[in-house]
């Protein structure tokens, strides 16, 4: 039997705990390492964060995270680093600690930790340090205190030091500085032992049911949503264990997360394709769609946060299939298709039958997606309640291919405003042919209003949707065209 | 100087409730709570529920030894259900089983058969049923109705607040361990210890000295466990009592959210009346505030509505009148300011609304009431005001004209962006309006290897009161902070504590640390007059830990004068009380001198609304404060800060929502937006106000806790100002928050008025 292996802080660990236990519990509960706090246990405050430390060809990645989304499985094999694995001896400060005690960046002190992890993790990672990516590497983090304005200046100051970096890898300097210990130049090679020392067994898994003594899994107390079928495919846990977060513990899942053959972005003549588990960040991070998408990171930077965004794979957004789901929208504007494990393959659009009804059967799972580089232009907006992390109240993005002033092809998506992600179909055959002009928006304006039928509920009401999506459709054509309406 | 925490929060060794290491048998608890918001409870059904693994008790009301009460001000709210459920998340059974997980699942097997009543959550609605928690509070200055006779320009209208939230991101919880002699010890995330070993003798029927309240620190309070840590308290010290057994639990978000109250929302009807210089004359106002399902500390929180309902304004006849409203939501409580934001959120509506109507600058009107020297509060207390010395500061060094001419050429030369400048004086009184509360106790004992502990009633969770409190020691005894420890709220150290709340726990216990060291101070003194060779103690200085006679240093140091004196047989320990002296208030007659000082402030706020997606940027809010002068600046102005953006936040991204069946939508951190780093303002500017005048705070330095929530408010009526710039034929409801909804909805209003 096959038990889950990997690095916490200097130690290697495994347990037999079922897989679907989070990595926060596990921590917390089972290794007493309380430094890692519970705040919501759904990804939106970051008191949680820890390091996840992943090889990469000749290095670690390290990329932040929340340990209550992800499942103990998602850990096998790599370097877990909660607060106590970067705490130096004798009570003394890491750079990013000491940065904060500095600029009297805590104050109850419960996030804390969560931001001096996202912050370890920015000195890890392999952006390039300005005061905008300090603050992005901090985007996850919730501080009810309320003292962002001093953790900024914490954010800035730390933003120096990392630039006094010549020559040296990321890592390097991280321990030449005392912001990591020393302990973590080792870490790639013993990542790569515990992955030869691996074998093939699939872990055990205690069902919900049996742990709790229950024959009958229909009596088992939880609402009968995504989990009815009955080995239920795992990404990064981001929506799944939003959803079920005490029935995900013993749900016999497929973790495909880790599976290296499903990460990849590539690009052929014809089209770009990208793996099942390739994550948000992989696309900020992908030389592809940098170049095809020029305003990626602002687009992207709407889309959940740092954390969320280093968990959350484009797949498992298209199956959780929320109206509202941010990258449906935006892939459903390239006209994506999905590609099964059993290589059938359908377009993204015809994915949704019904209110979280998919046409995938239960043994389906995403293997890749793809679409063809056939537009000249690409916008992705989003309006919610707080602007950034947060969930849309409306969202849409389109695609366009514009030849002497014409639209010769016009991909038009929205959510929020239907109980699928929605491709507005006559709204974007409307547009062919046709010229950028008031016009032309405005009857398209129209015509969308009859393709959508948005409920009111606590992301908005019905009259709010209905005239966001008509701004934000507006708002396609001033960011793509600097056209703005007279009206 | 630094928060003293802020070494073992940054390497999370800080340590919470859920932190605390568990005692072998502890019991994890978890509330079956009910699903509607208002029914008669017919019968509960246990039986599946005992049967999970792991379970070992189920109770419900029946099982109590003690009182089945919890309610502090009134006898109205019951621990667990009895007979009716007044709101969706009102507790009717906890079940205790040997792990959490256990204890969860088991919950969720209980059934309760409920008959529905009519579920109210508008407190209008209430209002007319005449369902009132308390009889209507009444504060009256002058005659207005008289006064309104003689204005040149009256105004009426509507204005409505919604609640907020406190999101502490420590869950509220607690950990009761049985002692001794049926004794029990209870770890608690409380603002008010005493409060909560009170009400855990009550269910227990166990006397208070049977209880030990121990707190450490909190994840964040914000008022929100100031009386609402009682439940969960008491629901373990329950459990222990009838299992004798550990009794844990810590809440998980969505049950703190369905089953906590919050800021209460508001309804209020104005009428203002101006003469023809524009000086307000005469201010009517109804408040009806939506209290939930039972009174906790909404009548307290209604009165300070009434201290505030001027704000910084002098007003020479005001008639305002509140009404507490039952509803079937959770019952809402303390939350930084206390039911004074509201207050002062409705006196600003009515004169924005005068403004406009006028055609002038709500800022003219705003600069030309503000309360000077000598003039009266509507509660009879005499003004010793900061308000026009904070806005000349403000605006001297800020020029508000200037940022608005900017404002104005910049929505000139934009279509789709337009910015709005708002000011927002604020004035805030300190003191818990119950002048009985006003009390707090230090024990300091000096050890004899010279190091000081402090225990105190106040309660450490973010504010840095423990670093100030430790401070005053320091200061008094002339030693590094080092040599201090504060130590855990302790009802045993420490008894019959105030909660900290009211922005007053740094002025009380650090006022009560200054008289213990202050004595302590005089005995050695006393024992080292005779060693230095002075005459008198007052002679004997003692600075950086060694003994000065007439201002000359001597060898004597600290830690050898500390042995001397226990050698002598001195007492090194000292247990001071103090009490804020001068204050008063006669509700019988609705007048007094409640407040130890007021804290005065003025802030100008900008914003930017982006017209086509209706969402907008705070792009800064500076201020000049009334610190009198701070004993820790990184402190204090993290507390401004602090509040700064959690007032921004419930004037606009914060929206509580209960359905009209009373359900909680909003009720996780997926659907209840807080201010995330991005939704700060770009520039937060403080400027300290400077005044030589003296005051009742502990060193001269003014509570801060509370009074910079309420420059928040300024971002409502910014928002306005460039809503009203894109469509200037519409003038928006007041009705707080602003979320990108309702200014996308005004923007368009006329459009959607013809469609």
């Given at each position: 039997m096959k038990m889950i292996k990997f690095i916490l802080n200097n130690q290697t660990v495994q347990t037999d705990l079922p897989k679907g236990a989070t990595v926060l519990d596990f921590v917390r509960y089972h290794k007493n390492l309380k430094g890692t706090k519970i705040g919501c246990r759904e990804g939106d405050c970051g008191a949680c964060t820890i390091l996840v430390g992943e090889l990469n060809g000749d290095f670690v990645k390290y990329r932040s995270q929340t340990s209550c989304l992800m499942p103990l499985a998602n850990a096998n094999g790599k370097h877990i680093v909660t607060v106590e694995g970067i705490n130096k001896p004798n009570n003394e400060l890491t750079e990013v600690q000491s940065a904060i005690i500095e600029e009297s960046g805590t104050q109850c002190g419960f996030c804390t930790v969560g931001f001096v992890m996202s912050l370890t993790n920015f000195c890890l990672d392999e952006t390039p340090k300005t005061a905008e990516t300090a603050i992005s590497a901090i985007d996850g983090n919730i501080c009810r205190c309320t003292g962002y304005k001093s953790i900024e200046r914490a954010a800035a100051s730390l933003t120096e030091v990392l630039n006094e970096q010549n020559g040296q890898s990321r890592l390097e300097f991280a321990i030449g500085k005392g912001?990591?210990?020393?302990s973590f130049a080792d870490i790639k090679n013993r990542l790569e032992n515990l992955r030869i020392g691996q074998d093939e067994n699939s872990p055990a898994i205690q069902t919900h049911a049996e742990k709790f003594g229950v024959t009958d899994k229909s009596d088992a107390g939880y609402p009968k949503t995504i989990l009815k079928t009955a080995r239920p495919f795992v990404g990064g846990g981001t929506d799944l264990y939003v959803q079920n977060p005490e029935e995900m513990v013993y749900a016999a899942t497929e973790n495909l997360f880790s599976d290296d053959d499903l990460r990849f972005i590539n690009e052929t003549d014809e089209f770009i394709e990208i793996g099942a588990s390739v994550v948000v960040t992989d696309l900020l991070e992908s030389e592809i769609f940098n170049r095809l998408f020029p305003n990626l990171y602002k687009h992207l930077k709407l889309v959940s946060s740092t954390p969320i965004r280093n968990m959350a794979t484009i797949a498992g957004n298209f199956v959780n299939a929320s109206p509202i789901g941010d990258m449906t929208a935006w892939f459903l504007a390239l006209d994506a298709t999905i590609v099964f494990n059993t290589t059938r393959e359908i377009p993204l659009r015809e994915?949704?039958?019904?209110?979280?009804?998919?046409?995938?059967?239960?043994d389906e799972f995403i293997k890749k997606i793809r679409f063809r580089r056939a537009f000249t232009h690409f916008n992705f907006e989003k309006v919610s309640k707080r602007t950034y992390l947060d969930i849309s109240s409306v969202n849409s993005a389109i695609s366009l291919k514009i030849e002497n002033n014409h639209i010769e092809k016009a991909q038009v998506s929205a959510g929020g405003v239907a109980p699928i992600p929605l491709y507005l179909k006559k709204t974007s055959e409307f547009l062919l042919g046709k010229e950028i002009s008031e016009n032309t928006i405005l009857e398209a304006s129209e015509i969308l209003q009859t393709e959508i039928s948005p409920i009111s509920d606590v992301r908005g009401s019905e009259v709010y949707k209905r005239l966001l999506l008509k701004q934000l459709f507006t708002a396609h054509f001033a960011e793509l065209f600097d056209f703005h309406p007279t009206a | 100087m630094k928060n003293l925490d802020s070494k073992s929060h940054v390497r999370g060794e800080s340590v919470y409730l859920d932190d605390i290491p568990l005692i072998q048998g502890t019991l994890f608890a978890c509330v079956y709570d009910s699903p509607i918001a208002h029914g008669k409870l017919e019968s509960i059904d246990i039986s599946e529920a005992e049967k999970c693994a792991g379970v070992v008790k189920i109770i419900t009301a029946k099982d109590l030894i003690g009182e089945n009460e919890i309610g502090g001000i009134l006898p109205d709210e019951p621990l667990f259900a009895e007979k009716e459920v007044h709101f969706q998340g009102m507790p009717i059974a906890l079940v205790l089983a040997e792990t959490e997980e256990q204890a969860r699942h088991a919950a969720r097997k209980i059934t309760a058969k409920i008959e529905p009543l009519e579920v109210v959550t508008d407190p209008r609605v209430a209002f007319v049923k005449n369902d009132l928690i308390v009889p209507p509070k009444q504060f009256k200055l002058g005659d207005a109705e008289t006064a309104f006779r003689d204005c040149e320009h009256i105004f009426q209208g509507r204005a409505d607040v919604n609640g907020q939230e406190h999101l502490y991101i420590e869950t509220q919880g607690a950990y009761c361990v049985p002692t001794e002699q049926n004794g029990l010890k209870v770890y608690s995330s409380t603002q008010g210890p005493t409060a909560v070993q009170r009400c855990v003798a009550r269910v227990t029927a166990l006397p208070m000295h049977q209880i030990e309240v121990d707190v450490t620190r909190l994840g964040g309070g914000f008022g929100g466990k100031e009386d609402q840590a009682n439940a969960w308290a008491a629901l373990c010290a329950v459990g222990t009592q009838l299992t004798r057994r550990p009794v844990k639990y810590a809440l998980h978000r969505m049950e703190d959210m369905r089953m906590t109250g919050k800021r209460h929302p508001y309804s209020a009807d104005y009428r203002i009346g101006l003469n023809k210089d524009l000086k307000i004359v005469a201010y009517e106002v109804t408040f009806y505030q939506n209290a939930g399902a039972s009174a906790d500390l909404s009548p307290p929180v209604l009165e300070r509505t009434l201290f505030h309902c001027t704000n910084s304004y002098y007003i020479p006849n005001v008639s305002a009148t509140a009404y507490s409203c039952r509803t079937n939501l959770p019952p809402n409580t303390a939350f930084r300011g206390f039911g004074g934001p509201q207050g002062m959120f409705i006196i600003e509506s009515a004169i924005a609304h005068a403004a406009e109507k006028l055609n002038v600058s709500a800022s003219e009107i705003q600069r030309k009431n503000l309360i000077a020297d000598g003039d009266e509060f509507p509660y009879g207390q005499i003004a010793a005001s900061e308000a026009a010395n904070s806005w000349k500061q403000a605006d001297d060094k800020y020029d508000f004209e200037r940022l608005k001419t900017e404002a104005d050429e910049f929505n000139r030369n934009n279509k789709f962006a337009k910015k709005g400048v708002a000011m927002m004086p604020i004035c805030f009184g300190i003191s818990f309006t119950k002048t009985p509360m006003n009390q707090a106790r230090s024990l300091v004992h000096v050890y004899t290897d010279g190091s000081v502990a402090v225990s105190t009633g106040a309660v450490e969770m973010g504010q840095g009161v423990n670093t100030k409190i430790a401070q005053v020691a320091g200061e008094i005894f002339s030693l590094p902070i080092e040599r201090v420890k504060v130590h855990t709220t302790n009802t045993l150290r420490i008894a019959n504590t105030s909660p900290t709340a009211a922005s007053a726990a740094a002025d009380l216990n650090g006022r009560a640390t200054q008289i213990a060291c202050e004595t302590i101070l005089q005995r050695l003194k006393e024992v080292a007059a005779p060693l230095v060779e002075a005459q008198t103690a007052d002679e004997v200085t003692i600075e950086n830990g060694f003994v000065y006679r007439g201002g000359e240093s001597t060898n004597l140091d600290w830690l050898v004068l500390v042995n001397e004196a226990h050698q002598q047989r001195v007492n090194l320990s000292e247990h001071a009380h103090y009490a804020t002296p001068g204050i008063h208030f006669d509700w019988s007659i609705a007048k007094g001198h409640p407040f130890a000082y007021h804290v005065y402030g003025t802030a100008i706020v900008g914003v930017t609304v982006d017209c086509l997606r209706g969402i907008y940027t705070v792009d800064f809010v500076k201020t000049c404060h009334d610190f009198g002068s701070s004993m820790n600046k990184s402190v204090d102005f993290g507390q401004i800060e602090g509040g700064i953006v959690q007032g921004i936040g419930w004037m606009t991204m914060e929206e509580v929502v209960y359905d009209e069946q009373g359900k909680l939508r909003s009720n996780a951190l997926s659907t209840y937006k807080i201010p995330d780093v991005y939704s700060v303002p770009k520039e937060i500017e403080i400027s300290p106000l400077e005044t030589d005048r003296g005051n009742l705070a502990i060193f001269n330095s003014k509570a801060v806790g509370e009074p910079p929530l309420m420059y928040g408010i300024g971002a409502y009526f910014a928002i306005r100002e460039s809503v009203k710039a894109f469509n200037p034929e519409n003038l928006p409801r007041f009705d707080a928050p602003f979320t990108p909804e309702k200014v996308l909805l005004n923007l368009y209003s006329e459009k959607i008025r013809k469609a």
């Open positions: 912001i990591v210990p020393d994915f949704y039958l019904g209110y979280k009804t998919l046409a995938k059967a239960d | -």
